[in-house]
C-alpha cells in the first residue's frame, strides 16, 4: 500500500475541502456584490491556509506546504473566473447588444475601468453590470450573453466560450493533489510504523 489508511483520509478529505472552498469563493465572487465579497471573507482564508494542513500530512516536513501555495494562489484566482463562466456558458443567453452609454472610474494607476448601460436590438436596457477596461464608443455593437435569472450582469461572448481558465485549473488542482500525495507518502515513511 503506497499511503496508510489514515494519511489516505487527510489527503482526500484536504483536496475535498479545497474543492468545495473553491466552489464557494467561485460563487461569492462571481456575484460580486460587497456582501457576497464579504461571504467570500472567510473561505478565502481557509483556502489559502489549506498548504498549512501538509505540515501535519508530511509528519512536520515545511516544503510541500510552501510548494503547494503556488497552486493554490493559482486556483484562488481561477475561482473568480471559471464557476461564474460555466454558469453563464451552460444558462446565458447569446444577445447583440449596443453600447448606449460609458462611464470610466478612474483606478488607482490611472486606468479607466468603463462602466456601460448596453441596449438590445429592441432598445431595451440590459439588465446587471457590465464592466470592461476597453473602451466601446457609444454606438459600438458587442456579443454578450446575458444571464435569464438575472443573477450575473452581461458577459463577453468570447469570454464565456473561453476555456483557458478551466484548463489552468485543472493543472494547478492537479499539482496540488500531486504535492498532498507526495506530502502524505514522506509522513508515512517518517512516522514510526506500528507493530
Do not use: H, K, N
Not at 487527510?10 to 457576497?36: E, N, P, Y
Not at 483557458?164 to 514510526?192: H, K
Amino acid at each position: 500500500m503506497i499511503l496508510e489508511r489514515g494519511t489516505w483520509g487527510r489527503v482526500a478529505a484536504l483536496l475535498a475541502a479545497t474543492v468545495a472552498l473553491w466552489l464557494v469563493v467561485g460563487v461569492a465572487g462571481a456575484l460580486g456584490t460587497w456582501l457576497w465579497w464579504l461571504v467570500a471573507a472567510v473561505p478565502m482564508a481557509a483556502f489559502v491556509a489549506g498548504p498549512f494542513l501538509l505540515y501535519r500530512v508530511s509528519a512536520g516536513r515545511t516544503w510541500p506546504t510552501w510548494v503547494a501555495f503556488l497552486p493554490v494562489l493559482v486556483l484562488l484566482m481561477t475561482a473568480l473566473a471559471v464557476p461564474g463562466d460555466l454558469y453563464m456558458r451552460t444558462e446565458g443567453t447569446p444577445a447583440a447588444a449596443t453600447v448606449a452609454e460609458a462611464v470610466c472610474a478612474e483606478t488607482r494607476e490611472g486606468r479607466c475601468l468603463y462602466s456601460y448601460t448596453l441596449r438590445d436590438q429592441d432598445g431595451q436596457e440590459l439588465a446587471g453590470d457590465f464592466r470592461d477596461t476597453v473602451e466601446y464608443p457609444p454606438g459600438s455593437r458587442i456579443d454578450v450573453v446575458t444571464d435569464p435569472r438575472g443573477i450575473f450582469g452581461p458577459r463577453l461572448a468570447v469570454d464565456v466560450q473561453s476555456r483557458v481558465f478551466e484548463v489552468i485549473t485543472l493543472i494547478a488542482f492537479g499539482l496540488y493533489a500531486l504535492i498532498a500525495l507526495i506530502a502524505g507518502f514522506v509522513g508515512d515513511r517518517r512516522r514510526p510504523r506500528e507493530a
